[in-house]
Structures are given as C-alpha cells and as structure tokens.
C-alpha cells in the first residue's frame, strides 16, 4: 500500500560468523524446509562418494560445494587424514571455513515441532546455548540458569555463578533415535516423541555420546579438537566418527576449563539407516568402546598443553601409546590426528599457537 512503511527484516543472529556444514551423497532437497532459517547463512557442503556425481542444491542459497578431488587438491598428501565414504568427511568442512562458529546438520534430518505445534528454529536455540556460558563446575537442577525463567538454585556458590565459555552446543532428536544398531534390532519401531524442554551442561569429567547430525560449536575455541577420525572406506569400523570426536572435544574442554551443553534444540529425524548395514560398521567399536571410555575417564593433559592443538598432539601420543595396544587401527588413527592439526595449521595459520583465553 503506498504511504506504508517498508518493513525491515531483523539481521539473522551471527549471520556474517557462522557457517553450516552438511556431508552429503543426494541433492539437497531438505534445504526447502529449512530455507527460512537457513538461507541468511553460507553453506559449506561437502559431497561424500563419487566426485563426478553431481549434487543439485536449491536456488537461493549462498554456497561452496568440495568433493573429493576438490579435497584431494586442497590437502594434498594430508587429504589421508579426511574419511571417504563416511559422513566423518564432515569435518573437513570444519577446517575449510573462515567463521567463528560452525553449526552442522545431516541431510535426513528435517524442521521440528514443539509441543505447541510451532516450528523449531534449531540454529537460533544453538546460538542461544553458545552465546550462554556453561556451568561444568557445579550441577545446577534447575538445569540452564541462564534461560529465561531460569535461575541458579539456592546452595549453588556465588563463586561459579559467572560460568566459563560454551564451546559445544548438542542437540537431540524427535522421530528417529540416534540408536546403535543392536538396540535397532531389537526396538525396530521405536521413535522418540519426547520433547523436553531443557538444557544442560554435562559436568566436568563426565563423557556423552556426541551425535554430529545436530551440533553447533564455536571454531574458534574447539575446532581443531573436532575431527572426526577414520571412518568408512578402507577402515575397520564406521558409525563412531561423531563419538570419537565428543570424547577427545570433552577431555579438551574439562582440561581448557569450557562447557559443552545438551538438550534444546530439536531436529525431525527422518530416516532410520539399516541395522544390518550399521552393525557391519559397527561391531568392533561396541567391543573396543569398552576400553576406549576408560582410556579417555583417566586421560590427563600436561600443564604445557596450552592451545587446541598441543592437547590434541598430547592426546594423539597417548592414543598411540595406549589404544595402540588394542589395534593396530589406533596406531593408524593417532597418526591422521597428527595430520589433521598439521592441515589445519597450514589452512589456518593465525589459529596455530592460540593460547586459551
């Protein structure tokens, strides 16, 4: 109508310092749903599988697509360190970026509703949680003090009610739980219809199962701790690229003294992959975890291990040294370890000798 004033969109929050990471094999035909909260942002895609293939994304989205060649090229020799094959080739999205935070997201994995019918914006709650600080020190009940609503219950101390920076935000799932695949088997029709309404920091010492389809952090404080291992093509075990990335990221985190929450937001996971197929990839890691989680309950960093990339190196030895003795996987994996700090140095040189703030 003439005279009327032009209506003025807010600037999406942290729209120029963060980017979204999707692996993928398909076209992205679930960016459509997710156009509305995805759109102000730079994508970076990283196509799995074969790089002739060529992967259609919806107009309108401000993109940069690497394949395998393109990864090839990049990395050189160190491009061993990047899974094939293997939604772990996530991660080199992670390297590849410019942003200050990274929020990444499966291509299965679609909007959810909360309980009032409304659509989740899962990238402004992640957002939320890494713009909070977390509270790793002492258990709050009342969950996220931080939250509208929320505060610090009586008998917490004063002392740690200031809390320490937030560097991984971990969200959940309605529809398809992030099962392994004997639980599959044996609860086929299972799905997760509930919505709770909380977040929460995991306390200092404690590890959790990082699922990577739903997961925000800040780069700049963690990314380097987030590689997501050897997966998938030529390897012995798939389906733990995401764990083995939450457990080194948490020993890091305890040890540079930042939070990781759980909770908020929720993604509609669609699909259900095969528990045939994942129990392939999945069995020796259900026999090795129970020595893995012990080896990282007891891990201890030098009081030298000042920067990301000195606790990883430190981390990678005792890999060596100790998984080592498991499998001779874990000689090969502390070795790509030590390749991926070294490529993530070289494409990002002002991170190399960040101490921690």
Known sequence: ?????????????????????????????????????????????????????????????????????????????????????????????????????????????????????????????????????????????????????????RGYPFSLREGVATAISHGLWMNIPDYDAPTQLVKPLERNTRYVDAVMTIPKGTLFPMCGMNLAFNRELVGPALYFGLMGDGQPIGRYDDMWAGWCVKVICDHMGWGVKTGLPYIWHSKASNPFVNLKKEYKGIFWQEEIIPFFQSVKMSKEATTVQKCYIELSKEVKEKLGKVDPYFDKLADAMVTWIEAWDELNPSSAEKPAK
Not at 24 to 39: G, K, S
Not at 56 to 69: A, H, M, Q
Not at 99 to 104: E, H
Request: charged share 25%.
């Open 1 to 153: 109508m003439a005279g009327s004033p032009a209506t003025v969109k807010p600037t999406p929050i942290l729209k120029d310092e963060l980017d979204i990471v999707i692996p993928t094999i398909r076209n992205l035909d679930f960016l459509e749903m997710w156009r509305p909260f995805f759109q102000p942002y730079h994508l970076i895609i990283v196509q799995d599988g074969d790089p002739s293939k060529t992967i259609k994304v919806p107009e309108g989205f401000d993109y940069e697509l690497y394949n395998r060649n393109d990864i090839n090229r990049i990395l050189g020799p160190k491009a061993s360190c990047i899974s094939f094959k293997d939604s772990a080739c996530r991660c080199f999205g992670f390297m590849v970026s410019k942003k200050k935070y990274i929020y990444t997201i499966d291509d299965d994995c679609f909007v959810a509703k909360d309980p009032t019918g409304q659509q989740i914006n899962a990238l402004e709650q992640h957002i939320k949680n890494l713009l909070s600080p977390s509270t790793p020190h002492f258990f709050n009940t009342l969950y996220d003090p931080y939250r509208e609503g929320a505060d610090f219950v």
